[in-house]
């Protein structure tokens, strides 16, 4: 089952739709899978209601993966903690343009790690609110759901917005990827390509899938 092409996109199941308990076994079925990130969403109850994980669960996993781990740090103040989720191994840290009054220090702590930055928006906040940072970062993560939990319908106007990300990039000859997450599945992920997305977070999605191998490969083919 070979891909004949280089992928249009880049899956990254996220680790928040697995079983915590056997986090190690949820690494190794993406493992199994062409999916080239691993995406892991860390949670304050604070920026969002939900708590799930922090530096030390990110650092235990690191030793099973050479997958790209891709930390989305849904924290308030994410400056706070930049070298710690630097140290536990991730390799590209994404913080929301929300939580910070200082977006610009963060990036550029963010690469003083010698890591990609990315920087994500929830569903209401626009494209115009990255005017003054998209040509310093690696990454926008749109937010398809409210942040928070997994396992949400996909909320539509997200199409406009990788499309608007997508239109700026050309526009402005940028290199950042653009990241989709929440509510993302076989189903609408043509039209993400589409749009002009990069990068698939898959939670539910994947976790949830019977042959997860295929999935990831149909996904990549599109
Ligand atoms: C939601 C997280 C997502 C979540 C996506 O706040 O940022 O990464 O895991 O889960 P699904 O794919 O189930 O919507
Ligand atoms: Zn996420």
């Not at 191994?89 to 913080?95: A, E, F, L």
Request: with cysteine; proline share 4%; glycine share 6%.
């Amino acid at each position: 089952m070979g891909m004949k092409t280089e992928p249009r996109c880049i899956v990254a199941p996220s680790i928040l739709a697995a079983n915590f308990s056997r986090a190690g076994e949820a690494v190794s079925l993406v493992e199994e899978t062409t999916a080239q990130w691993l995406h892991l969403d860390v949670m304050d109850g604070m920026f969002v209601p939900n708590i799930s994980f922090g530096p030390k669960f990110i650092e235990d996993l690191r030793p099973l993966s050479s997958l790209i781990f891709d930390t989305h740090l849904m924290i308030e103040k994410p400056e706070r903690y930049i070298a710690d989720f630097a140290a536990c191994g991730s390799d590209c840290i994404t913080v929301h343009a929300e939580a910070t009054v200082h977006l610009n220090r963060v990036i550029n702590a963010i690469h003083n790690e010698g890591k990609q930055a990315g920087v994500s928006l929830v569903p209401s906040t626009p494209v115009s609110a990255l005017d003054f940072i998209i040509d310093e970062v690696e990454l926008v993560l749109v937010m398809s759901v409210n942040p928070g939990f997994g396992g949400q319908k996909f909320i539509a106007s997200s199409i406009r917005k990788i499309e608007e990300l997508a239109t700026l990039r050309k526009k402005h000859n940028l290199q950042y990827r653009i990241s989709v997450d929440g509510g993302v599945s076989l189903h609408n992920a043509s039209h993400l390509i589409e749009a002009g997305a990069d990068v698939l977070v898959m939670g539910s999605a994947f976790f949830k899938a019977e042959d997860k191998k295929q999935l990831v490969y149909q996904v990549q083919g599109l």
